[in-house]
C-alpha cells in the first residue's frame, strides 16, 4: 500500500520499523479526510481492495459483537480498525465521516487491514473570519487549478460554508463546465460592471448545493475586456461581501495560467492562496515563481497542493515524491491528490469528483484538503510505502 501521513494525526498511530513490511518509511498510513456517511468510506476504504470491514482500535466500546468502535474525544473521531468479516453498526450509519484513514495494521494480530478516523457529527472549524478570498494559482497551465476550485468549492459548500468561485481565467474560461453549468451562464461579471444586470443575475446558483454559486467574468472565448483589472475584481469581490444574501465565507477565485495581467487581476482581491503543482520540475519552477509574486503582492497565507503524484512512478524514482516538492517550495501543504482517471471523466461530464459515489481516493484527497483549508491545517510530512506483494494488495493509486 502506498500511503500518505498527516503529522496532525501521528500520535493517533503506532510507529511500525522499516522492517515491518515497509521499504522506505517508517510509517504505513493513508490519511484522508472526508465528511460523508460512514457507509461511503467503507465502499471507499474497499475501493484499495481491502474489504470493508471494521473493528475498533482504541477506548473500544462493543457495539453488539464485531466490529467495535472508540471515541476518541480530543479529535471528536472514531477510530476504526479494519478486519476481516463483521458489519458496521447502524449509528454508524448517520456519523458524519471526518478524517479517513487506511492502514495496513498490525496485520500479524487481528489481521486489521483498514483504519478509519471518523469525525462524530463534526463541522471543520473556520479559522479567519469570512469571507476569506483565496486565489487558486499555480504559473503553469494544465496542472489542476481548475479542479481543485471546482471540487474544493463544492466541498466547502456541502459542509455548510457559503462559497462563490470566481472563474478568473477569462479567455480559457472552463469552471463552469467542470461544474456543469455551462448552460446557465447569461450574465457574466462584465455586465455587471457595464450595469446591464444585478449582480445576483450573473451569480449562478448551483442546484445540488444551493451555497455554492458561480461567477463568470466573460462570455466564453472573449478576450479580457479592456479595463478589467484588479480594481474591477475587487469591486466584485467587495460587492459580493455586501450583498444582503449575507457575506460569504468562501470566494474562491480561479486563476488563470502566466504570471501576466489576468494573474495579477485574479491575486488582487486574494488574501490567501493555494498554489497548485504537479511533481515534475518545470510546474515547481513556475510555482515557486508564482510564490515570489503573491508574496511580493502581500499574500503571507499560501498552501500548496501537489497534483497528479503518482505512487509508482514516486517508487521507481521518476517523480518527485512529496515530501521533495515539500523541500523544494517550502510551503504548507494543504492536499496530496493521486493521479486518478476519474478526475478527467468527471471533467467530461461536469459532475466535481467529491460529489462521486461510491467516492474515489482523489475525491477523498480533495475533500481532506478541503478540511484542511477551512481550518487552516496543513500537512507536515507524507510518507511512502511499498505493499507486502504476497497479501495481495493493490497499491493504492496510480497503479
Ligand atoms: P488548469 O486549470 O490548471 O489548467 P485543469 O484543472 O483544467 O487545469 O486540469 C487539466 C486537466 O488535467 C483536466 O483534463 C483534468 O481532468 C486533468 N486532471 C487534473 N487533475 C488530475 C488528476 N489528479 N488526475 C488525472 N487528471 C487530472
Ligand atoms: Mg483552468
Known amino acids: 500500500m502506498y500511503s500518505t501521513l498527516s503529522a496532525s494525526s501521528c500520535h493517533l498511530l503506532s510507529r511500525r520499523s522499516s522492517s515491518d513490511g515497509g521499504s522506505r518509511a517508517s510509517c504505513s498510513l493513508q490519511f484522508w479526510t472526508c465528511h460523508r456517511q460512514c457507509e461511503e468510506a467503507l465502499t471507499a476504504t474497499s475501493y484499495g481492495s481491502f474489504g470493508a470491514s471494521a473493528a475498533i482500535a482504541r477506548g473500544s466500546e462493543r457495539m453488539g459483537g464485531f466490529p467495535k468502535l472508540g471515541l476518541d474525544e480530543k479529535h471528536g473521531a472514531c477510530l476504526l480498525l479494519g478486519g476481516r468479516g463483521g458489519k458496521l453498526p447502524r449509528m454508524f450509519e448517520r456519523a458524519r465521516v471526518g478524517e479517513h484513514l487506511l492502514q495496513n495494521g498490525n496485520r500479524k494480530k487481528n489481521n486489521a487491514t483498514i483504519r478509519a478516523i471518523l469525525q ?100 466564453p472565448r472573449y478576450k479580457m475586456p479592456l479595463g478589467f483589472g484588479g480594481k474591477a475584481l475587487t469591486w466584485l469581490v467587495d460587492a459580493l461581501k455586501k450583498r444582503p444574501e449575507g457575506t460569504p465565507d468562501f470566494i474562491l477565485i480561479d486563476c488563470p495560467a502566466g504570471i501576466d495581467a489576468g494573474f495579477i487581476t485574479a491575486i488582487t482581491p486574494a488574501n490567501e492562496a493555494i498554489v497548485v503543482t504537479t511533481p515534475d520540475i518545470t510546474s515547481l519552477r513556475d510555482a515557486d515563481r508564482v510564490t515570489g509574486l503573491l508574496e511580493c503582492d502581500g499574500i503571507k497565507d499560501i498552501k500548496m497542493v501537489v497534483n497528479r503524484v503518482r505512487s509508482d512512478m514516486i517508487k521507481q524514482e521518476d517523480m518527485m515524491s512529496v515530501l521533495d516538492v515539500q523541500e523544494m517550495l517550502g510551503l504548507p501543504l494543504l492536499g496530496v491528490i493521486p493521479e486518478d482517471a476519474d478526475v478527467i471523466k468527471s471533467t467530461n461530464r461536469g459532475y466535481p469528483l467529491v460529489l462521486k459515489k461510491p467516492p474515489t481516493l482523489a475525491g477523498l484527497a480533495l475533500e481532506q484538503a478541503a478540511w484542511r483549508l477551512v481550518e487552516q491545517d496543513s500537512m507536515k510530512a507524507v510518507l511512502i510505502e511499498e505493499a507486502p506483494a504476497k497479501r495481495g494488495f493493490l497499491p493504492f493509486f496510480g497503479g
Open 120 to 219: 462524530w457529527n463534526r463541522r471543520p472549524q473556520m479559522a479567519g473570519s469570512p469571507p476569506r478570498v483565496v486565489v487558486v494559482t499555480s504559473g503553469k497551465g494544465g496542472v489542476g487549478k481548475t479542479t481543485t476550485t471546482a471540487n474544493i468549492g463544492m466541498c466547502l459548500a456541502r459542509l455548510d460554508f457559503k462559497v462563490v468561485a470566481i472563474d478568473a481565467d477569462v479567455g480559457l474560461r472552463n469552471l463552469d463546465l467542470l461544474l456543469g453549468l455551462e448552460n446557465r451562464v447569461n450574465y457574466t461579471a462584465i455586465e455587471v460592471l457595464n450595469g446591464e444586470c444585478r449582480l445576483d443575475q450573473a451569480l449562478i446558483r448551483d442546484k445540488r448545493w444551493v451555497n455554492f454559486e458561480l461567477l463568470c467574468i466573460n462570455k
